[in-house]
């Protein structure tokens, strides 16, 4: 969370101007371009399917496991392990 502000904008921006630097090899209509046309798709199509998982899908996955993990340790009432983080603040 604390890191979305100042990472979002640079993992979006590189990985557009790789899918759209793609673009050419998409369409293109010189010689040899059936296989760069098949090459160009995968790459853009790969990069952004990727992004997308790692932006939407993987964080998702994290608050599911996290309330999961909630519930289980209210319900057998288990204390929850203290966040290294919040101690770290605490100390200084």
């Known amino acids: 969370m604390a890191a979305c502000p100042?990472?979002?904008r640079p993992i979006?921006?590189?990985a557009m101007t790789t899918i759209l630097g793609?673009?050419?090899l998409i369409f293109s209509n010189g010689s040899n371009s059936?296989?760069?046309k098949g090459?160009?798709?995968?790459i853009a199509g790969g990069l952004s399917a990727s992004?997308?998982?790692t932006l939407i899908v993987v964080p998702l996955l994290y608050m599911m496991f996290d309330s999961v993990n909630t519930k289980v340790?209210?319900?057998f009432k288990i204390k929850p392990k203290?966040?290294?983080y919040e101690i770290e603040k605490e100390c200084s």
Do not use: I, S, Y
Request: proline share 12%; charged share 20%.
């Open 6 to 8: 100042t990472r979002l």
């Open 12 to 14: 979006l921006m590189t």
């Open 22 to 24: 793609q673009f050419p």
């Open 34 to 36: 059936e296989t760069m």
């Open 39 to 42: 090459m160009g798709l995968v």
């Open 51 to 53: 992004t997308l998982l």
């Open 73 to 75: 340790r209210r319900k």
């Open 82 to 84: 203290p966040n290294p």
